[in-house]
């Protein structure tokens, strides 16, 4: 599809590996049943919230775009998020947690463009435009918050992720569709709970990403600030279920103080939270990520962050202390003293400095991989990168390490004053054991400058050269059909909401009833609706009172969802 933008600068400077999540909200395909649940859901949200989130909820929802009597339209959204410098975008479900980091960074929303049937009008197992626009968006208009998600992003777009992490992440994904489905076979549905627990037991040592999500479920999806026996919510899983944002409230779910140990409580997205986590200002989230980022490889480099790729298997980016970047897929390097000597990458590779490709050293130059010793010179008075290199001359490079280069000097490349790579011909690199790591017959080598690994990171340095295509999903959101008899309720759920918007007489909502009654006796929500029309003295309200609340005490499920319906009627 062409790339919309709405006009709002944070989408506008979105790169092309995270455009391609993006998909058109196609606001038609919402149907009046879909816009009656949000109403339902937004009007409840507003009766409890008002007391117990932390922002002020009208505000804050008009701030973001929001209304409470309709689902957000994109453009609108983005007219008012970008008061505040962000913006916002519609995605086909969960997205890989690595692209969702980079969103943030980009101080981007992302936003499930579905919304939940009305069998999960409580809390659904999947995003959607509830949980997304009317969790997430409200409490952005907070500074310190704001800053806080952006700060996220930022650092978990070079979260080492493991393999193990996507296979969970897909596990998830794949049963969060299931359970949408109406239809859905209960022997399917068994076996993608069983692949979730699975690769819940199965992770290993959780990765940078596991960890990092976790704090970010504890705070961005499930914080609660202020005080532990009073607290305010903030995160926006509690603020978009109207069933876990009361009971999360109970003396039964355990409130903690929210530091650096929070990162040690794994998390079931499919199951009521055991305990919550309390942040007295959101400095103090501030200060807990950054001591979690001081740990990170991105931070440390070094022989731990070697680790951490190879861990990883993917695409990293490993950064020498001259600047220069090499991306590709780790596979193996050779250690010092218990420093790096040598690092090789295996498959497609490129050459970076300060995020943008080196000319003539794409993945397509490198596309067998790259090697390269790091590390001091033997009697070193001034380092490599400093140090005055004549082109043509035969050079010999005896490292500490035992590592020796020699060949013919084609081309130095120097950035910010200093030597980054130089270009050999007839090139020759041993280890210490005199074995090869480098022929002569294998072509030119360009050996990277620098002493040390100063960071390791998740992803290309220049994702726009090397990630035109990030990893896709192997599952699609579903999409009903209607069947007659279901596009019949939708024009009954129609009529009701084009009544209280045209403000014409209550004749019309006589037939709308009886046929409801007849019809869809399954139905409640749109019952629902037209009692709130009418006069609650009359006998139709009585008679639609009366079958709301049998069909309350019979059917346990509905019993909270109904009385809480019946209850701002009271209170209107």
Known sequence: MDFEDFNNQQVKALPQHLRQYIVEQHYEHYTPIDQAIWRYVMRQNYSYLKDVAYYPYIPGLEKAGLTIERIPKLQEMNDALAKIGWGAVTVDGFIPPAAFMEYQAYKVLVIAADIRQLKHIEYTPAPDIIHESAGHAPIIADPDYHQYLSYFGSIGAKAMFSAQDYELYEAIRALSILKEMPDADPIDLKKAEDQVAYWQKNMGDPSEMALLSRLHWWTVEYGLIGNLENPKIYGAGLLSSIGESATCMQPDVKKLWYNQYAVNYPYDITQPQQQLFVTETFQNLIDVLEQFANKMAFRIGGVYGLQKAIESNNTCTVVYSSGLQVTGTLTDFIKY???????????????????????????????????????????????????????????????????????????????????????????????????????????????????????????????????????RPKTTTYHPTYSES????????????????????????????????????????????????????????????????????????????????????VNQ
């Open 486 to 569: 279901t596009l019949n309720l939708h024009r009954l759920y129609q009529s009701v909401r084009s009544h209280r918007e045209d403000k014409i007489g209550n004749e019309r909502l006589v037939d709308i009833w009886e046929t409801l009654h007849k019809d869809f006796p399954n139905d409640w929500l749109c019952p629902m609706e037209i009692l709130e029309l009418l006069d609650q003295q009359t006998a139709l309200a009585q008679t639609i009172t009366s079958y709301l609340k049998d069909k309350a005490a019979k059917q346990a499920k509905l019993n909270k969802l109904i009385n809480d319906g019946l209850s701002l009627l």
């Open 337 to 471: 003293h218990g420093k790096p000597a040598f690092i090789k990458m295996t498959g497609p590779s490129a050459l970076a400095f300060e995020d943008k490709q080196l000319d003539g050293h794409d993945k397509n130059y490198h596309k067998d991989g790259y090697s390269s010793p790091v590390g001091k010179l033997i009697d070193e008075k001034v380092p490599l990168e400093y140090q005055s290199i004549e082109i043509g001359k035969l050079l010999v490079l005896h490292f500490e390490s035992g590592i020796m280069v020699m060949g013919t000097v084609t081309n130095v490349l120097k950035k910010s004053h200093k030597n980054i790579l130089i270009s050999f011909a007839d090139c020759t690199v041993m280890n210490k054991n005199g074995e090869c790591l480098f022929d002569p017959s294998w072509g030119a080598y360009d050996m990277a400058v620098g002493e040390y690994i100063v960071s390791v990171f998740s992803g290309a340095a220049d994702k726009s050269t090397f990630e035109e295509i990030g990893y």
